[in-house]
């Protein structure tokens, strides 16, 4: 089934440790995006990438890093993770970065940090 | 700064019709979309709307008005399966979306 695949599904990570989340996609998008989702606020980006070999910074960048070798993967990096960081995180594509309106997204990570 | 704004919880009755408002204040408007999620689910796209006025599709229809911020969400001959988290987001000069927190859905029989 084509779409956007997220792992893990679920993580509990003790604070100061690195953790990597990873998204592919097989969809052949452009564009794709690290959202999290916390409760009682809207989803909040992270990062983007607009094409393979770039990379931006959203709304809420510091703590995390990406990368974009290719079109397909884009993972998301915690360098030392804190408890803020709990959180759901959402990994999305779009077609192209001038079609950021509707996006695809994958099934999400929870990410617990103790 | 910007804002999405729409109500935290509404419920329904199965077979009602429901409105579901959004209101925003943002920096430029490039388009407003809905999306829904289902509990524990990725959000999925909706409907789009970049001009005034209402676009149909099926059950649901989503209304804009550009002058007033202000956008609605229909939803007709409720079904159980329809509850669910319904997000606005608003997509500002910078072609980056904004997002409001969601509308919980529930549906009672």
């Known amino acids: 089934i084509a779409g956007i695949t997220q792992a893990p599904t679920s993580q509990i990570l003790a604070a100061g440790r690195r953790m990597t989340l990873r998204c592919t996609q097989d969809m052949r998008h452009n564009a794709m995006y690290w959202y999290r989702q916390d409760l009682g606020l809207g989803l909040r980006l992270i990062h983007y990438?607009?094409?393979?070999?770039?990379?931006g910074k959203g709304e809420v960048p510091d703590g995390y890093s990406v990368s974009r070798a290719n079109t397909d993967d884009f993972p998301l990096t915690l360098a030392s993770a804190v408890p803020s960081q709990t959180s759901v995180y959402f990994c999305?594509?779009?077609?192209?970065?001038?079609?950021?309106?509707?996006?695809?997204f994958g099934e999400g990570s929870r990410l617990t940090v103790l | 700064g910007q804002n999405i704004d729409q109500p935290t919880e509404m419920t329904a009755t199965e077979g009602a019709i429901v409105q579901i408002n959004c209101t925003y204040q943002t920096s430029g408007f490039n388009g407003l979309f809905w999306y829904q999620q289902h509990a524990g689910e990725a959000p999925t796209f909706l409907s789009y709307?970049?001009l005034d006025g209402l676009e149909e599709k099926g059950r649901f229809s989503s209304f804009l008005s550009r002058s007033k911020g202000y956008s609605y969400l229909l939803l007709k001959e409720l079904q159980m399966k329809d509850s669910a988290s319904y997000l606005c987001?608003?997509?500002?000069?910078?072609?980056?979306?904004?997002w409001g927190a969601g509308t919980k859905l529930i549906i009672k029989p």
């Open positions: 999305a594509s779009s077609t192209t970065a001038a079609n950021t309106g509707e996006l695809f």
């Open positions: 990438s607009n094409t393979a070999g770039t990379t």
């Open positions: 709307n970049v």
């Open positions: 987001a608003v997509m500002d000069s910078n072609y980056q979306l904004i």
